[in-house]
């Protein structure tokens, strides 16, 4: 899965694109783009472009607005014609997330920034799992690529956003007029942040769902 942080575009003071932006790098992954030099924060003013004709939603110098699960789901659907997309919500079935990661399919999560119950929401794109630690690339962040969390946290964060996600089965590839042509699909591959991200200053903002 390739990773892009929310900033660029807009500023980290005023960042609300962490959704649009989870849903860039689902996109990206989904036509086969592994190299993060490929990917475009233009893209993600396109996603705010799109999200204030459907809705309304204010731009703010594309620093964008809060979304929620249904617009990411409608993104997928409508913008980009993906039939194996779903939203899911209010049941806690940790089981199943590990069942549909397990099966190469994609979830776009609703956490709370640095995994704390206290902070604002955002949204997250969850890569794997193992006893300890869920992984997710975490757009709020510089280094946020395959950022690992405490299982436990992640849960009791999970549910005060009503255990929402958004599943997309790649089955289908998107061709987008912006993003090259789509390649093979591979499972998505896990593995540890380095040790430099550890103490990475914190400085990101997130939407609420």
């Known amino acids: 899965m390739p990773f892009i942080s929310q900033v660029l575009p807009g500023d980290w003071n005023n960042t609300l694109n962490c959704g649009q932006t989870s849903y860039y790098m689902v996109l990206s992954y989904m036509n086969g783009i592994k190299n993060e030099d490929q990917l475009d924060y233009n893209e993600i003013k396109k996603i705010d472009d799109w999200l204030y004709k459907k809705y309304g939603d204010p731009i703010r110098d594309y620093n964008g607005y809060y979304t929620n699960v249904n617009k990411l789901n409608a993104l997928a659907e409508e913008r980009d014609n993906i039939k194996n997309s779903n939203v899911f919500y209010g049941t806690d079935d940790f089981d199943k997330l590990k069942k549909e990661l397990d099966n190469g399919n994609i979830v776009?999560?609703?956490?709370?920034?640095?995994?704390?119950?206290?902070?604002?929401?955002?949204?997250?794109?969850?890569?794997?799992?193992?006893?300890?630690?869920?992984?997710?690339?975490?757009?709020?962040?510089?280094?946020g690529r395959k950022r690992k969390y405490l299982i436990q946290d992640f849960l009791d964060v999970w549910?005060?956003?009503?255990?929402?996600?958004?599943?997309?089965?790649?089955?289908?590839?998107?061709?987008?007029?912006?993003?090259?042509?789509?390649?093979?699909?591979?499972?998505?591959?896990?593995?540890?942040?380095?040790?430099?991200?550890?103490?990475?200053?914190p400085n990101d903002t997130g939407n609420t769902v």
Request: net charge positive.
């Open 108 to 143: 776009i999560v609703a956490v709370r920034i640095d995994m704390k119950v206290n902070k604002d929401g955002h949204f997250m794109v969850l890569l794997g799992y193992d006893d300890k630690y869920v992984y997710l690339n975490d757009p709020g962040k510089m280094l």
């Open 159 to 201: 549910k005060t956003q009503n255990y929402s996600y958004v599943l997309i089965k790649p089955e289908q590839k998107v061709i987008n007029s912006q993003i090259p042509p789509p390649k093979t699909t591979n499972n998505i591959e896990v593995s540890k942040i380095d040790d430099n991200n550890k103490n990475q200053k």
